[in-house]
């Protein structure tokens, strides 16, 4: 028998004493209750294994060397995950074996988690300026799909308007889960705003939210923000907000416009993308009842014990229902306490100043390459009127070239294009979505200008 | 047995102040560059890139420290945390918390891994598309199963997305409308009634008779032509297993109903039992649990679906595919249930899950499968014949068990009136993570569900155990020493932590001030 | 410092040992003791309150003179106030109902009670649901579903609410048995409403480790489905307690809490039947029974509910009939069996076998009638 480096019990000599004890005289014995019906008839048929480490470690770096990073080439991808800069703290942090290896202990044993917790709770709560704030769900899509749920068991009615441009991966995210809730899309105006009349004539008495995106999922801000928030109240029904941390330095937090649930995605918070693993949601409201007793998620509140000590306790666990309680339940799992581990050490590191900076300099880049491509010939950049935070849309239908055939020409450049928008948006034309964060640097966009000027 | 010597553990109690109490105005831990200068000239000033009534108008009142400070601040929280690692984590069973090698943590950290965005051209990504396709390749050949989707990232949208395929299938043949009930135990995890219900079934929980697990019986009386499926945990997280599940499951599919199981309990069946041997038409796996991937403070993790080949087309997209030379994604799906979570999901625990199972191989995973078994069996002869005041429910009927058990502390509370909470709590002074009592409801009264995997020595539950003796010796001896425990942990016992109602919440340190303006 | 309220009933169960099946009633005492019965419930009570001698400190019992619970408190050095004094020696029910009055006003936060049912009823009839209360198993008869399994854990569980300073609470059925029927052999069992009584902190605690729902939800839920699910032109016979008239509150109807009410197309056609009136409905057929089994023995006919009787169980049928329960109220029934005895074996027979008992909404634990 081999002595697996994993499993200490492997030794022969232990296993014997173990089994002398049980008085058994294999393993086998111990489970031979269980039926023949169901017991595998032969051995799994795997790959041979490499059981050294030192061949597990070469079998799968030379797997990962196949892939060409972001880091390795100029990358202008965006479109729900975004390759911002990870400080190193970040990674330090969630490194740790006693983070990186907790799972569900509590108040005690794993205070310092909970107080970590608490902290990512309380950080959020500042920059969306709100009372309340959730651990943190699987993606941002859980976290949108659960605010509809929460409109839904408010008020009781089943429809949720959402804008034409949302981000079409989320919608689908959004519509298999909200079991109950009918997706009617608000158009967008040519200009890129939301179109208020086509709004106005969809809210009606069934309606149980407005969602929003803002930034939108085509990267401009939305002008109009205060104003649908009020028509979503006057009809009686809830406003949702799915806004991009990284802009809340320099934006205005969804709650400061009338925004009555918060929601978003934390991977721009010290999270790498990971091809998309890094993922985790983030929902937040006001401290009313109709709210508080309408999350389906852990709520970790702080207490002080008679020698003056915080402690945090899972708190109000009778919830998960509300008004319609009944038919609209959600479930609760494992979902990413990690990444608010992270997101809290990402708060932190940044302070109020460095998320300040941080919007203000993706602000600046991306704007910049703004006014750079627009200069290509053949090349459009509609939403002229908008301003843009992160992302903007590129149409190249005027080149007679599709994106796919631009991205092809601009990757053996080693460059990432854009995200192709034209196989979900077609009445967008040939267009891309352009994503610029601090990462990207002044010289990277001249060089994709360059490269664009010579393919079109 | 003899007992071995317990530790004069203290956890770390740092008494560390929150991130808020710390900050001194003016502090910078990191600095972005500034491109005011440069850029600017082509884009002209800040105040004309945003629209003015969306500029932020008060700063947000986060911390300001310098580097050394929050490092410091966050490792001090990591000393008042107990993770896997640094213990003996026997205690928290259906967890199945066992060593995640340190190896694969170097390649879901390498760049090769972190910096890959999920839309990159399909040329670029031919390491991780490899990885995803080999590793659904290994799924299904230990489910037995046809096709696997890796895009739930947890076991509960593990179940929520079995339940939404298996809707999804109803629907298609039209039955929908007939089909709207789904069968479980009360003993199955919670979610395996909670994910169903989500998606619009009505449930219908079977209890236990005297043998553990419910009568096939009992199952025929309630399946019917409403039946759409059966969502079963084998063994359950109560440690029995079901010796007549293949009747079970023939029972549901001849009332034209699928079988899902919930493999969130599979640590002690590798190589020996699979679904497709179950009879399962789906099932999903947690990676975070049986196969390695580290918990991570409750996540990220994976619950890897599994599905027949008649459910493939219903899995969520993207999949990943392989034409003989290269690895491609395939959005393409028409029938499919859309999405479930962005992208493709966990993939560091994919990889991690992956290499585990590359440095194992078949007779690895069996001696995993087998060692747990033999751990669990030793432990449970040891806590029954050792610790005064523990049961098993079930024992006259059900004797055998596999990877874990759930005990009862009811003599012990009776006796004594410590609780197992008390005894829980107690455990941190002796350094282990507390363990996982049972999941709703509480069939088991005073439960206690340890689970010692094989990554413990016959040392290591020998030291848990010799704990248990002592907690159980005081309690008996001088129950309020364990009752007003813990003592060697950062906090000590909190005299109240719950609250009346939402007014007295306070999750955010903002809302915490408005409540005591005095704090 | 915690208030407890403590009565104990000092003669309750000395029927039980010589075998008179009850002591209600003053000449059936007095043949209790010629029989040469003893006090029992004083021991059964000071069995529960070791539980809280630990506790002195953090607690001060609100109790009544002599053998009401001043004795005993006495005995086991425990912080006491007497806020009730008896008239006599022999107490009665009316000491039972001042005693618990008097215990309300001074502030206690729960009233434990060793007594049998009917000790309960008496205590029911004095605060009913205003205050919470958990019976010390100590008559003969325990049918009502307001006692803990043995006074061991009836302390355990004060003890715990006592240190964990919060808890929550639910309804549950207070029955008693004619006593000079059962004396016959006939059982004939009249629910007299509803105590609350605290759910155990251990619950709590594994609520708050799997965020599940309350009681108060649980039933909204039930309501809803039923609601629902109600058909045009049957006719519900709805059973008595709180549980069972959930859908008549949902619908905004009246009801009698402790008889049977008749419901059809959503309006109220009879309140609290008699058994004739009852089976006059019955015969018309298209008939359904709605019915929640009493907390802790799982009886869903022939305790508390006698309008339910053989010929009209046997004319609605078993498919007929609709079991409703939170789960917490589940978990309390002995062994999750439900009972049925509606006084003929062959009516008992058909009852048998399995009901899906609705649980929330669209929720369903199939439980066994034996």
């Known amino acids: 028998m081999i002595q697996y480096p994993y499993i200490p019990n492997s030794n022969e000599a232990v296993r014997k004493e173990m089994l002398d004890f049980i008085g058994a005289k294999s393993v086998e014995e111990i489970y031979s209750f269980i039926p023949d019906e169901v017991r595998m008839k032969k051995p799994l048929d795997l790959p041979e294994p490499c059981t050294s480490e030192m061949q597990l470690k070469k079998y799968m770096d030379g797997i990962l060397a196949k892939d060409s990073t972001c880091a390795e080439n100029l990358n202008f991808l965006g479109a729900g995950c975004y390759d911002h800069y990870v400080p190193a703290v970040c990674d330090e942090i969630n490194g740790r074996s006693e983070f990186l290896t907790a799972y569900s202990g509590d108040t005690y044993a794993d205070h310092g988690k909970l107080q970590v917790f608490f902290e990512f709770t309380s950080m959020m709560g500042e920059l969306l300026n709100l009372d309340v704030v959730s651990f943190p769900t699987y993606d941002g899509g859980q976290a949108a799909s659960t605010a509809v749920m929460m409109s839904h068991r408010i008020n009781g009615r089943g429809t949720a308007l959402v804008p034409e441009h949302m981000n079409p991966s989320l919608r689908s995210q959004m519509e298999c889960y909200c079991e109950g809730v009918k997706f009617v899309t608000v158009a967008s105006r040519p200009d890129g705003l939301l179109d208020l009349d086509d709004l106005k004539s969809k809210l009606n008495e069934d309606t149980c939210c407005v969602f929003l995106q803002n930034p939108t999922f085509l990267g401009y801000f939305e002008e109009q923000c205060e104003e649908i928030g009020k028509l979503a109240h006057g009809a009686g029904a809830q406003y949702i907000v799915y806004a991009d941390p990284s802009s809340l330095g320099i934006a205005e937090p969804p709650a400061n416009y009338g925004a009555d649930i918060s929601c978003g995605e934390i991977q721009p918070l010290g999270i790498h993308m990971s091809y998309g693993g890094g993922l985790g949601g983030y929902l937040a409201t006001r401290q009313e009842e109709q709210y508080v007793m309408n999350y389906p998620h852990h709520l970790y509140s702080i207490f002080k014990n008679s020698k003056g000590e915080y402690g945090y306790a899972r708190a109000l666990p009778e919830r998960t229902s509300y008004y319609v309680r009944e038919k609209a339940v959600e479930y609760l799992g494992t979902c990413v306490g990690l990444w608010a581990v992270t997101a809290a050490t990402y708060l932190a590191v940044m302070g109020p100043d460095g998320m300040r900076e941080l919007g203000e300099n993706i602000l600046f880049k991306s704007n910049y390459a703004r006014k750079k491509l627009a200069q290509l010939p053949n090349v459009k950049l509609p939403y002229d009127g908008r301003y843009s935070f992160m992302e903007f849309v590129v149409d190249f239908t005027g080149t007679g070239k599709t994106v796919a055939e631009i991205n092809k020409a601009l990757l053996a450049k080693g460059i990432f294009g854009g995200y192709d928008l034209s196989r979900e948006m077609s009445d967008l034309g040939q267009s891309m979505l352009v994503c610029v964060t601090e990462k990207t640097e002044l010289a990277d966009i001249d060089t994709l200008v360059d490269a664009l000027k010579a393919i079109v | 047995m003899s007992d071995t010597k317990l530790r004069n553990f203290h956890e770390a109690q740092w008494d560390e102040d929150l991130i808020f109490e710390q900050s001194v105005p003016g502090s910078r831990s990191l600095l972005v560059p500034d491109v005011s200068k440069e850029a600017g000239a082509v884009t002209g000033a800040l105040s004309g890139l945003m629209p003015a009534g969306l500029k932020r108008k008060e700063k947000p009142a986060l911390p300001e420290l310098a580097q050394p400070q929050v490092l410091r601040h966050y490792l001090r929280l990591s000393q008042e945390t107990i993770g896997q690692d640094i213990n003996i984590d026997i205690g928290l069973g259906t967890c199945t918390m066992k060593y995640s090698p ?19 051209d399909d040329d670029t990504a031919q390491g991780i598309l490899k990885i995803i396709y080999d590793f659904e390749q290994i799924m299904k050949e230990i489910s037995g199963l046809d096709a696997v989707s890796f895009q739930p990232g947890g076991g509960g949208q593990g179940i929520y997305a079995n339940a939404a395929v298996l809707k999804k299938y109803f629907e298609d043949r039209g039955e929908a409308e007939q089909r709207t009930q789904i ?65 079970f499951v023939d029972v549901v599919h001849q009332a034209g109903g699928l079988c899902v199981c919930d493999m969130a309990d599979y640590n002690g069946l590798f190589g020996l039992v699979r679904a497709k041997e179950l009879g399962a038409d789906m099932c999903h796996f947690n990676l975070h649990k049986a196969f390695s991937s580290p918990h991570a403070c409750m996540g990220p993790g994976c619950g890897a679906q599994c599905v027949s080949a008649e459910l493939e087309k219903y899995l969520p997209r993207p999949r990943v595919r392989f034409d003989g030379k290269r690895y491609y994604t395939d959005y393409d799906g028409p029938a499919s249930v859309g999405k479930i979570r962005q992208f493709h999901g966990t993939l560091s625990a994919v990889i991690r899950a992956y290499a585990w199972v590359m440095s194992l191989g078949k007779d690895g995973l069996q001696t995993v499968a087998e060692t747990a078994i033999l751990n669990n069996n030793y432990m449970m002869k040891r806590m029954l014949n050792e610790v005064k005041g523990v049961s098993m429910s079930w024992a006259e009927k059900a004797p055998h068990r596999l990877e874990q058990v759930r005990y009862s502390f009811e003599k012990l509370y009776k006796d004594t009136g410590v609780s197992a909470e008390d005894v829980n709590r107690h455990l941190v002074d002796f350094g282990f993570q507390r363990f996982f009592a049972s999941h709703h409801p509480l069939i088991v009264p005073e439960p206690f569900t340890p689970e010692p995997t094989e990554s413990y020595s016959k040392a290591d539950i020998d030291e848990y155990i010799t704990a248990l003796k002592k907690i159980s010796d005081e309690a008996y001896s001088t129950p309020e020493v364990v009752i007003n425990a813990p003592y060697k942990a950062p906090i000590s016992k909190l005299e109240c932590d719950h609250i009346k109602d939402y007014t007295e919440l306070a999750v955010t340190w903002r809302s915490y001030k408005k409540q005591h303006p005095d704090a | 410092m915690r208030k407890l309220g403590l009565i104990v009933n000092p003669i309750a169960g000395m029927g039980g040992k010589v075998a008179l099946k009850g002591t209600d009633g003053a000449d059936v005492l007095a043949a209790a003791r010629a029989r040469g019965a003893h006090p029992e419930s004083g021991h059964k009570a000071a069995r529960a309150l070791r539980a809280l001698v630990p506790l002195r400190a953090e607690l001060e019992v609100l109790t009544a003179s002599g053998g009401m619970g001043q004795t005993l408190c006495e005995q086991m050095d425990l912080p006491h106030r007497v806020v009730y004094h008896a008239a006599g020696e022999d107490t009665g029910p009316g000491d039972t109902e001042g005693a618990a009055r008097a215990m309300v006003a001074a502030g206690a936060e729960l009233i434990l009670f060793a007594g049998g049912d009917g000790t309960a009823r008496n205590l029911c009839q004095a605060v009913g649901e205003t205050v919470p209360v958990l019976g010390i198993p100590a008559g003969v008869k325990i049918q009502s579903a307001v006692f803990a399994l043995d006074p061991e854990t009836a302390g355990q569980i004060a003890a715990a609410l006592v240190r964990a300073g919060d808890f929550t609470c639910s309804p549950r059925e207070v029955v008693d048995l004619d006593e000079d029927a059962y004396r016959t052999g006939r059982v004939s069992a009249t629910l007299y409403g509803m105590m609350r009584v605290p759910n155990c902190p251990q619950q709590l605690q594994s609520m708050k480790q799997s965020g599940f729902t309350r009681e108060a939800d649980q039933m909204a839920g039930i309501a809803g489905y039923l609601e629902e699910h109600l058909e045009p032109g049957v006719t519900y016979a709805v059973g008595s307690g709180s549980t069972a008239k959930c859908i008549l509150q949902r619908l905004g109807l009246p009801y009698e809490l402790l008889g049977v009410d008749i419901l059809r197309d959503g309006a109220l056609l009879a309140k609290d039947v008699t058994e004739e009136q009852l089976w006059s409905y019955a015969r018309e057929g298209d008939m359904k029974i709605i019915v929640s089994p009493i907390g802790g023995q799982g009886f869903i006919f022939g305790r508390g509910n006698h309008q339910f009787s053989a010929r009209v169980l046997r004319a609605v049928g078993k498919e007929n009939i609709a079991v409703i329960a939170p789960e917490s109220k589940i978990l309390s029934i002995a062994g999750y069996q439900l009972h049925a005895d509606c006084g003929d074996p062959e009516v008992n027979e058909s009852l048998r076998g399995y009901y899906n008992v609705l649980c929330g909404y669209g929720y369903f634990l199939s439980l066994c009638c034996k």
């Open chain 2, 183 to 247: 069968i479980t135990t009360i003993l199955s995890h919670p979610l395996d009634s909670a994910a169903p219900a989500m998606k619009g079934f009505e449930v219908i929980s079977l209890f236990p008779d005297e043998n553990g697990y419910p009568s096939l019986e009992n199952l025929k009386a309630v399946v019917s032509e409403k039946t759409a499926g059966i969502f079963i945990t084998n063994p359950e997280d109560t440690g029995v297993f079901n010796p007549i599940i293949r009747e």
């Open chain 2, 102 to 120: 340190k190896i694969n943590e170097q390649f879901v950290r390498s760049p090769k891994f972190t910096e890959m965005h999920p839309y990159q």
